[in-house]
């Protein structure tokens, strides 16, 4: 009994060292992201691989309900990464996952032309599993994308918004199919001591799917 509690105890430290190794290498990879940013403010269409994300329930907030999208969306991103860190802890999570949070839209809203935030979410790998979780995967695909970045006077969640709604009317414009969750993908994030907000660099993107030929002229 006292060396399967010994081997356990070694498990838990080879996992605790195994996600910080992880964390250390995500820092690494946003310090590269920040040197060498892609444009910003430009709508693309990309491949993107499969993603397996660790998800958390957030109170829900939709942007047309804010009169101020800058002030209002700060605020509840705020609250969001609060019970997120408050959840990492009560399931008994190490720390170093609370890093670059990303948020959820689902598709319901997204397909009625709205943008609700519904869920936080960190990526993790296969291997990682650990009850009482939720687990979301983004499939690899196309997806319509976007990118940008946080100032001292602008947070990138205030951009965040009006590029959305630029996508949705992208992909309604081309004829194109919502095919799944928005996914909010920070892939930089570094905390502001100076002021209120962060300043995220950010990749925003929508799934689609683009009829071919054949499948247009048979909706018309």
Known sequence: ???????????????????????????EESCNVVQ???P??????????RKRLLRFDIDKYDYDDFE???????YHWEMALRSVK??????????????????????????????VISGACVHIDDSFLHDGCQYHILPAG??????CDGSRDTPSFSQEAALVR????????????????????????????????RENFMRLTIPIRIPRSGDCGKTK
């Not at 910003?40 to 990309?46: A, D, H, S």
């Not at 101020?68 to 700060?74: C, E, I, L, T």
């Not at 196309?142 to 990118?147: E, K, P, S």
């Open 40 to 49: 910003c403010n430009q709508l693309t269409v990309e491949w993107m691989p």
């Open 68 to 74: 101020n999208w800058q002030s209002d969306g700060s």
């Open 36 to 38: 060498c940013k892609p």
């Open 142 to 147: 196309l997806y319509i994308t976007a990118y």
């Open 166 to 197: 630029r996508m949705l009317e992208e992909i309604r414009r081309s004829g194109w199919e919502i095919a799944g969750d928005y996914y909010g993908d920070v892939m930089a994030d570094t905390p502001a001591f100076l002021y209120q907000g």
């Open 86 to 115: 408050k959840r990492i802890g009560e399931l008994g999570l190490p720390m170093a996952l609370f890093h670059n949070v990303g948020c959820l839209a689902e598709k319901a809203s997204l397909e009625q032309g709205r943008f």
């Open 1 to 27: 009994q006292c060396m399967r509690e010994q081997a356990a105890s070694l498990d838990a430290q080879i996992e605790q060292l195994r996600l910080a190794r992880d964390t250390a290498l995500r820092l």
